[in-house]
């Protein structure tokens, strides 16, 4: 636990740019994390420094020689990072580009049969999956999630999985529930009867909160977007299986190496990921005694789940004498009040009041979250609730108790300006 440690928590916030004041607003508190988390004030000098390097790679210079070593290391620090001992690291422009390019090569590139995916699931995989399977003449089956926890997991894959099922994509936690799926359980009821199906899992939200392990999925594709793990924008990472490599994927002819990046990729983009992981091997040191780098790293993500979990917590069931959003007067929580798989996250309605409004007086007294509409990105999550939108509050181990009583103030006198 972060905060059985003093100064630990002070000592993590001193890391990250902006914690606590918007450079445009003034003091705020963060609670839209899962729109972008904080960036690392490590990752902002890095960007500066190789944004003025003008050197690229493949040159005989030793200026180029170093940013080939520096890409090389940050492959490197990412197998740690997701344990993945086998399998290739590249970037790319984005997290969605990724998944759009992971499934394409899946779908075209794999014999006739189905798509599976869920109804629970973010555009970026549900969308290519509808694309290309179109393109290709292949059927996308969706498995409906359950609406009351925000949720879907194996026994709902089960009755729509087929022999013939050459393609499967998997969301490991929820933009809009904030829920977390058992990623290995689901790619193991899969493989019982599709033993070759191409898996590909949409890791975006799940990764800020740690506790990653690609070598206990059995899976072919895993994609984050840095900017939402402490990184910044620009450049999304993938992993790819050695079956899902050996796929005939786009690339320039004659490539050696079989490659998945296109043009020379920005070698800020992975050293600021190297950034990432030594924060992660950093804090790992602080909560654990661990020696092993690969320890530290789970170390660290069992003390920011379990702060989390603190922080969630309080939100929902109150501190000090301040009530939590469940006992509220109108306030209805996503996923229920009491839900294991939420990680960091809290959805929620205010009767009488619409999201938008509610997000707008939350502004007003100085905490920053956001309204997810019953739009292309959430209403197939949304839309079956009979929701036009919802306030989504978004939590990462660097906020505090005190930051929670400061909402749930704030969502006390919203909640009594409703009129009855």
């Known amino acids: 636990m972060l905060t059985d440690k003093p100064g630990l928590l002070d000592a993590v916030r001193a890391r990250f740019a902006h914690v606590d004041t918007c450079p445009f607003e003034g003091p705020r508190v963060f609670f839209e994390n899962a729109g972008g988390a904080l960036t690392l004030n490590s990752v902002v000098a890095t960007s500066a420094k190789f944004a003025a390097i003008p050197d690229n790679q493949g040159r005989d210079n030793p200026a180029a020689k170093a940013l080939v070593a520096l890409i090389d290391k940050a492959k490197d620090d990412m197998r740690v990072f997701f344990n993945a001992p086998h399998g290739q690291f590249f970037v790319g422009e984005s997290g969605t580009e990724l998944l759009f390019r992971l499934i394409r090569t899946a779908i075209v590139g794999t014999p006739q049969g189905r798509v599976l995916g869920t109804t629970l699931e973010h555009p970026a995989t549900r969308s290519a999956a509808h694309h290309w399977a179109e393109v290709a003449g ?45 990623v290995a359980s689901i790619a193991a009821e899969i493989r019982k009867t599709a033993p070759e199906c191409i ?75 190297s950034d990432v992981v030594d924060y992660f091997d950093w804090l790992g040191g602080e909560v654990s005694d661990a020696t092993d780098r690969r320890a530290r790293i789970v170390a660290a993500g069992e003390a920011i789940h379990a702060h989390e979990a603190l922080l969630t917590e309080a939100m929902i069931l109150g501190t000090g004498n301040l009530k939590g959003l469940a006992e509220l007067p109108g306030v209805s929580i996503l996923g229920g009040v009491e839900n294991p798989a939420r990680e960091g996250l809290v959805s929620l309605t205010v009767a009488g009041m619409a999201a938008p409004d509610v997000v707008t007086a939350l502004r007003e007294r100085g905490i920053r979250t956001h309204t997810r509409k019953a739009d292309h990105y959430s209403g197939n999550v949304l839309t079956p609730l009979g929701l036009e939108g919802a306030v989504r509050v978004s939590m990462c181990h660097y906020n505090t108790q005190a930051e929670v009583a400061q909402f749930l103030q704030a969502m006390r006198e919203i909640t009594e300006s409703v009129p009855a």
């Open 199 to 273: 898996i590909i899992v949409d890791g975006i939200q799940h990764a800020a909160h740690g506790r990653l392990d690609i070598a206990s999925y059995d899976i072919d594709g895993y994609v984050v977007s840095p900017y939402k793990v402490f990184s910044r924008h620009g450049y999304g990472v993938a992993w790819v299986s050695d079956r899902l490599h050996a796929i005939r994927h786009e690339h320039l002819i004659d490539a050696p190496g079989n490659p998945w990046e296109f043009g020379t990729r920005d070698t800020g983009a992975y050293v600021t990921f």
């Open 138 to 182: 292949k059927p996308h089956i969706l498995v409906p999630h359950d609406d009351d926890t925000g949720t879907v997991g194996a026994a709902a894959y089960a009755p729509e999985i087929t022999p013939d099922t050459r393609v499967a994509t998997i969301l490991h936690t929820s933009p809009v529930t904030g829920m977390g799926m058992d």
